[in-house]
């Protein structure tokens, strides 16, 4: 039985090289090609991958990877839908289908293609799939749980391949798991995650900007809405409703928290540091009674759910816009490359940058001072001997409202309200209602509204619309440029 070639590697001043047997024109002849790298794990596998080509030579005409990767993922994708579509998946499943399929086409774009992109479907081998994945790992410094994801999609693609007969079988489950770059150790320590104080919190929501005030006046209401109401998660606020929050008359007694990771819905007692807020959007939205709290402003989905839409990025740019507008009013915040800027908006030796989940952690982690004591006494009293159990039991019923310790809550954020309706009262008030109205109508499946005289009604209402006493108990401005300087003190506070 012949021995099965695995080529030379040479180390040269310039690199590694690679020798190998190849056929040339009919004619078996030695190579040698500069691999461009000075790591020998890496040299390895591109030696491998050349020496797996030249015994399965090119066939003349034959497709590559990168030109059939999207008609087949296109074709997979379409297959879910309609599988999803049979068992009579709704239109919001069907549209998370598709864009979890769009974010699997980006890794493949982004880290398969540049690997196995130019080669030949039938030279394509578990050696060159092994590289691929190494590539996502080691290369381009993803998680292991990334690089499981792009084994996943590359399967689900040579699978599509072989039914096609487009290949004879399916490379990606022939690998060898030894050749695979080993995951974390379990006992690994993860990096905590940074988080706004409640000071930073205020100069947060003291942020607009003309270009994009209502996409930044959403992610604060959400923001305020997740960090006081239980900590919602980002699907949470997508799927949140104004009949969840009680919104009739205005009301905004309780809020529904739908947790649908869980299935474990909660009901809270609507804070009152939160229902200002909570008004504010009510009544900038129409005053609606019913349909989503914060749907899609455009797009194809414009008026229906969001879906698969992250926040963090936009957050992190919000914040530091916010706390250079105060740092040009006299307020002490952040600086950028200062030790607190470097943790929140980029990742060091021991944490991890701002995300949007931050609000949930915040909310847990002040919940969990505040309410440490308690805890202390009622477990011995219980009788628990381990914590688990013991929460266990101390988990409410389902339908029970509950109470968000006021320790919990954020500090100074109320007087940051009339600066919102002052804000308000200097924008176009009638065609902002008159958008948010439209938004509305179609999702519901009416039709387009437009006419003068609900412009008129509009325009009338908004003239006679008072500030509610309650909420105005401080003199606004403007603050395109800079927050109010009341808020000086509050900002100044270090973490609770």
């Known amino acids: 039985m012949p021995r099965k070639a695995t080529g030379q590697l040479i180390l040269r001043e310039t690199g590694y090289f690679g020798r190998y047997w190849a056929n040339q024109d009919g004619v078996r002849v030695r190579v040698s090609v500069a691999l461009e790298t000075?790591?020998?794990?890496?040299?390895?596998?591109?030696?491998?991958?050349?020496?797996?080509?030249?015994?399965?030579?090119?066939?003349v005409g034959e497709e590559t990877f990168g030109d059939?990767?999207?008609?087949?993922?296109?074709s997979i994708i379409d297959s879910q839908v309609d599988n999803a579509r049979q068992q009579g998946a709704d239109a919001d499943h069907l549209a998370r289908i598709r864009m979890y399929g769009k974010d699997a086409l980006t890794r493949l774009e982004q880290y398969a293609a540049p690997v196995i992109g130019d080669m030949p479907l039938s030279t394509i081998g578990p050696t060159d799939i092994c590289s691929a994945l190494r590539f996502c790992?080691?290369?381009?410094?993803?998680?292991?749980?990334?690089?499981?994801?792009?084994?996943?999609?590359?399967?689900?693609?040579?699978?599509?391949l072989r039914r096609d007969q487009l290949v004879t079988k399916n490379p990606v489950r022939d690998i060898d798991p030894?050749?695979?770059?080993?995951?974390?150790?379990?006992?690994?320590?993860?990096?905590?995650?940074a988080v706004l104080t409640d000071g930073e919190l205020a100069l947060?929501?003291?942020?607009?900007?003309?270009?994009?005030?209502?996409?930044?006046?959403e992610r604060q209401v959400m923001s305020v809405i997740a960090r006081i109401a239980g900590g919602l998660r980002t699907g949470d606020l997508h799927g949140l409703t104004w009949s969840d929050l009680d919104a009739t008359d205005g009301r905004f007694a309780t809020v529904f928290v739908p947790r649908e990771k869980t299935g474990e819905p909660d009901w809270f007692v609507c804070p009152?540091?939160?229902?200002?807020?909570?008004?504010?959007?009510?009544?900038?939205n129409g005053c609606p009674t019913e349909g989503l709290v914060f749907p899609a402003s455009?797009?194809?989905?414009?008026?229906?759910?969001?879906?698969?839409?992250?926040?963090?990025?936009?957050l992190k740019r919000d914040v530091q816009a916010a706390f250079e507008a105060a740092r040009k009013a006299g307020i002490e915040a952040p600086a950028p490359r200062s030790e607190r800027w470097l943790q929140l908006f980029t990742v060091t030796p021991r944490t991890l940058p701002l995300d949007f989940h931050g609000w949930r952690r915040v909310f847990v982690q002040q919940t969990r001072r505040a309410k440490r004591e308690l805890d202390q006494h009622s477990m011995p009293l219980s009788g628990h001997r381990s914590s688990a159990v013991h929460g266990v039991y101390a988990q409410g019923i389902s339908n029970e409202v509950k109470t968000i310790p006021a320790d919990s809550l954020p500090s100074g954020i109320e007087a940051i309200v009339p600066q919102w309706y002052e804000w308000w009262k200097g924008a176009d008030r009638v065609g902002y209602e008159r958008a948010a109205r439209k938004r509305q109508t179609l999702a519901l499946g009416g039709s387009e509204p437009s006419s003068d005289a609900d412009d008129a009604r509009l325009s009338a209402r908004n003239d006679s619309l008072a500030i509610s006493p309650a909420l105005c108990h401080a003199g606004g401005r403007g603050f395109e440029s800079r927050p109010p300087r009341h808020l000086a003190r509050v900002a100044n506070n270090g973490p609770r």
């Open 38 to 59: 000075f790591n020998a794990a890496l040299a390895e596998s591109k030696l491998a991958r050349l020496v797996a080509a030249a015994a399965r030579p090119e066939r």
């Open 68 to 74: 059939v990767l999207g008609r087949v993922h296109a």
């Open 137 to 160: 790992r080691e290369k381009k410094g993803k998680s292991h749980q990334t690089m499981l994801h792009l084994k996943k999609h590359l399967q689900d693609v040579f699978s599509e």
């Open 178 to 193: 030894d050749d695979l770059p080993k995951p974390p150790p379990k006992n690994m320590r993860r990096k905590p995650r």
């Open 204 to 217: 947060y929501l003291c942020h607009s900007s003309k270009l994009h005030h209502q996409a930044i006046r």
């Open 272 to 284: 009152e540091s939160l229902r200002p807020f909570l008004v504010f959007w009510w009544e900038l």
């Open 298 to 314: 455009r797009g194809e989905r414009q008026g229906e759910r969001k879906i698969k839409v992250s926040h963090a990025r936009a």
